[in-house]
């Protein structure tokens, strides 16, 4: 039913927001299920029509949350509608989204991460070093898992070549940012990811063995030869899904829950950690690349408990046996 103007509204946000294939994908979805629910032309939908659609969606069981996300994309939606003159007003303009409490993020523990680590440097297959490399990044800058699997390999050789470097050379080449990477994000924006020591080694380790695990096919080998982490699919690199279960697989090996291991699980955790060990949470905003700090407010819990932390340990006037 609104196909034509779903497809409008994707070359908008992909052009003028900068929006990855994977966000055209949910927005397009999203969308979809809406064109499936509502029964009236776009040009006569109410707020009772739209209102009546989040019940439906509601008794069968949707989230709060996945109902909200619906909500917001066809509120851009219309919205765009109005600016394009198709329709006169946006009737989802007033109608706010199913209340929903924001749960914490699922984190691994210093002792957890510790452990995925020792049970990674066990296999010194060459699918064993990419992970082992693909975990460190992921670590170590906290990066989503679309930009991981999808970086390049030129920064990241340019970033590893101070491993050549001798120590004093290597320590300066440190401090002016000459390990980092330059990752572009959401929207297209673009922020600095410093890299440890040790993940540069790491780095340097896969890029030893990274030719074993070019495709052979003329074709594939040309799609994937760019990527840091290649692989014979149709994208040329590893896809997010296949480090998933890469992911899920280190986990039984560590002794660790399958299900309480993912990318997003150790992106959290880079985010914890950083905050547990002092990090304050502005830092941590522009190295995860949230554009707002109010997402980057999911980890105030870990805040609290390091500012009780010093006020029982460090105060004046705290008894040593305080708890």
Sequence with gaps: MMDAQIERFLEMISAERGASDNTLSAYNRDLMDWSESLLSPVASITAPDIEEVLASWA??????????????????????????????????????????????????????????????????SVKGIRRQCMLEILYAGGLRVSELVSLKLAPVKRAAAILKMDAPSREAALRNGNGCLIIKGKGGKERLVPLTETALEVIGTWLDARQDSLPKGIDAKKRAEGYLFPSRGKLGHITREMFAIDLKALAITAGLPPSKLSPHVLRHAFATHLLARGADLRSVQTLLGHSDISTTQIYTHILDERLKALVYNAHPLSGKNTP
């Design 59 to 124: 008794a069968s069981g949707l989230s709060a949350a996945t109902t909200g996300r619906k909500l917001s994309a066809f509120k851009q939606f219309l919205g765009f509608l109005q600016s394009e003159g198709d329709i006169a007003a946006n009737p989802a303009f007033n109608i706010r989204g199913p209340k929903r409490g924001r749960p914490l993020p699922k984190v691994l523990s210093e002792d957890d991460v510790e452990r995925l680590f020792e049970a990674a440097e066990m296999d010194n």
